[in-house]
């Protein structure tokens, strides 16, 4: 089965994701300082197979921990989730320590079981991440790139999708959108549930990520797109 450690120093927090991965089946266990944390993770021989740490800690901060971790278990995967840092430039400082995923709070259920999935289904030999659909535009949401599995899901062109509105590939909404668009481009971590309407497909259901570019180019927003349930197979 496999473990989760959670850390999370307010007990109320550490319940709820405590019940939410237990019902999914996985293997819990909790820690609520970051001494703990270390010595479960680095004084054993059977490390827990990903960590979900908390930032803000008692006696240190989730990045300390996590490059400690990564330093010592670089395959080991961890989970950072805040709901007091929830900036990108946070969300970037956390992925250059490395974090294999940085998610702020509220969260939903679905959402962490997912993240946590998608990094450990993979086996010691695999060299790549799960693929995930990115596209970068402008503040006001023209495209200026997507990736491959992103110009899929638009069922678009790579080569035809810059200089689009990517807003107008959604179903209704966009006002809403509009807004979020607005705080990535203030600095901060937006996750939003919309509709995306591919080029001449049907609409689906899609969990949308905004944040300011993670290279930190001036102007450019990322957008992380993934299917509720997945489209494509890794």
Same mark, same amino acid.
């Given at each position: 089965m496999t473990s989760i450690l959670i850390v999370e120093?307010?007990?109320?927090?550490?319940?709820?994701?405590?019940?939410?991965? !237990?019902?999914?089946?996985?293997?819990?266990?909790?820690?609520?300082? +970051?001494?703990?944390?270390?010595? +479960?993770?680095?004084s054993t021989p059977t490390p827990p197979s990903l960590v979900l740490l908390d930032v803000g800690?008692?006696?240190?901060?989730?990045?300390?921990?996590?490059?400690?971790? &990564?330093? *010592? $278990?670089? &395959?080991?995967?961890?989970?950072?989730?805040? *709901?007091?840092?929830?900036?990108?430039?946070?969300? $970037? =400082?956390?992925?250059?320590?490395?974090?294999? +995923?940085?998610?702020?709070?509220?969260?939903?259920?679905?959402?962490?079981?997912?993240?946590?999935?998608?990094? !450990?289904?993979?086996?010691? =030999?695999?060299?790549?991440?799960?693929?995930? +659909?990115?596209v970068r535009t402008t503040a006001g949401g023209v495209i200026l790139s997507v990736n491959d599995l992103a110009a899929r899901l638009l069922n678009i062109a790579e080569r035809a999708a810059p200089g689009r509105s990517l807003l107008m590939f959604f179903n209704g909404g966009r006002v809403g959108l509009q807004g979020e668009l607005a705080r990535a481009a203030a600095g901060h971590v937006c996750e939003v549930t919309a509709v995306l309407r591919p080029r001449e497909k049907r609409p689906f259901t899609v969990r949308v990520d905004l944040a300011t570019a993670p290279d930190g180019r001036p102007g450019e927003i990322e957008w992380i797109l993934e299917p509720t349930p997945p489209r494509f197979a890794h």
């Open positions: 120093d307010h007990a109320p927090a550490r319940f709820l994701r405590s019940r939410v991965l !237990t019902d999914a089946g996985y293997d819990v266990t909790e820690s609520g300082s +970051a001494h703990d944390t270390l010595d +479960a993770v680095l800690l008692p006696d240190g901060n989730g990045f300390d921990v996590c490059e400690q971790i &990564k330093s *010592a $278990r670089p &395959k080991l995967p961890v989970v950072l989730i805040s *709901a007091v840092y929830r900036s990108s430039q946070s969300r $970037r =400082e956390g992925i250059n320590i490395g974090a294999d +995923a940085y998610l702020v709070e509220p969260t939903a259920p679905g959402r962490l079981i997912d993240v946590i999935r998608r990094l !450990t289904i993979y086996d010691d =030999e695999s060299t790549s991440a799960a693929p995930v +659909a990115v």
